[in-house]
């Protein structure tokens, strides 16, 4: 499918400010459920396995997504997560117990994945090779901006009162928020209509996803994403609980997890000078293993201060892995499957996002809370490995 010049050029802009609203709405609705699970009684198990079950419809429904969306349905797919990034968040606010919550989770998880794969095939379908990597390093920025604001405004609404904290207050505050995503739609649609692919004709072009997998560089990519991702939803789910084994308020861990996403703010801002003096593939492994690092580090350096600095390293190195990868991916195949492997990009993401967080809590039986962060690290420093015997490629 060939690409759509935009009609606007405000679309984009439109597309940035949804990126924004709805990211700050994952983000602060997710540290906020971890906190409503505690309140149900949930326990550090139940934590690993809400955080997995977030990922599992994503998992299951990626690459059906990608191709629609390389059929031409990139907007109807972004209207519908749009829809589901408002209304679980509502239902966590009413959740009574925590299957309902459940529900809620999974829901806010497949939102995101559609927003997700959405705003991104859109760059590709607009715009021409040379512009992906700074129309995907905005698209990343905007992500953290998102991430950078939603953890603050969570915590401080969630302790506005004195006493405990008005968890279900703070999910509603971020309804409201997540609401403003239908007016960001509305101007991405100036963007102008795709045309549509049937799909027999679609079925011409389609590689399966075995061969999209094969392709050189698709595999330490995934594993590069897929362990970033699988630590940063770790930090935000577990974080809540070290803080609060060791006396630290949820305004502290909030502000603690926002250094980690200005961190990631401030390196896609130099993503591109970065680049322009190192090699992709060396930012690359090199940040795989940095993070790895300083994410080991954190249980037995539980001072505000010494996690602030970990933090602050970690989030400047995740903040360059998700734009290096995406690009890498994105290069590899055909316009007619590229969509496709962005999804394979985010299933492989959901799949690590089931399978670590699930693995871990059960670890946490036997280990205790501190072992999700050594797992966690562990596989960072192995993907930067992998993706060490690949420096010398270029793409």
Known sequence: MSAARPQSRYW?????????????????ARVLIS????????????????????????LLTAL??????????????????????????????VAGNLGVLLVATMSLGLGQLLTTVASQALIPQSY??????????????????????????????????AGAPQISGALWFMTGISSLTLIACVVVMLRGRTPHVSRAEAAE??????????????????????????????????????????????????????LRTLA?????????????????????????????????????????WALAILLLIAGFCFGLTQPLTMTWVSTLSDPANRAAVLSIRLAGNRLSQVAIPSAASLLTLIAGSGIVFTISGALLVLAGGVTWRHRYERW
């Not at 597309?15 to 994952?26: D, E, G, I, P, S």
Request: glycine share 10%; with cysteine; proline share 4%.
């Open 12 to 28: 984009f802009a439109g597309l940035l400010a949804h990126t924004v609203l709805a990211h700050a709405t994952y983000n602060g």
């Open 35 to 58: 906190y409503r699970t505690l309140e149900l009684g949930g326990s550090g198990l139940v934590l690993g396995l809400m955080t997995a079950c977030y990922s599992l419809v994503p």
């Open 64 to 93: 059906f997504v990608g191709r629609l969306v390389d059929r031409g349905y990139a907007t109807a797919v972004l209207w519908t997560g749009t829809v589901l990034s408002i209304a679980p968040v509502a239902l966590a606010a």
């Open 128 to 161: 021409p090779a040379s512009r992906l990597t700074s129309k995907f390093g905005h698209l990343t920025l905007g992500v953290s901006i998102g991430q950078t604001i939603g953890l603050p405004i969570a915590g401080l609404v969630a302790d506005a009162t």
């Open 205 to 258: 072009g389609v590689r399966t996803p075995w061969s999209l997998l094969s392709m050189r560089g698709m595999k330490p990519a995934i594993l590069a994403s897929m362990t970033t991702l699988a630590a940063v939803d770790l930090l935000t789910a577990y974080l809540p609980l070290i803080g609060e084994q060791n006396g630290l308020s949820v305004t502290a861990v909030t502000w603690l997890l926002t």
């Open 264 to 304: 990631s703010v401030l390196s896609r801002m130099v993503i591109g000078v970065l680049a322009r003096r190192w090699h992709n593939l060396s930012l690359l492994w090199t940040a795989s293993v940095l993070a790895g690092i300083c994410v080991i580090a954190i249980p037995f350096l539980i001072t505000p």
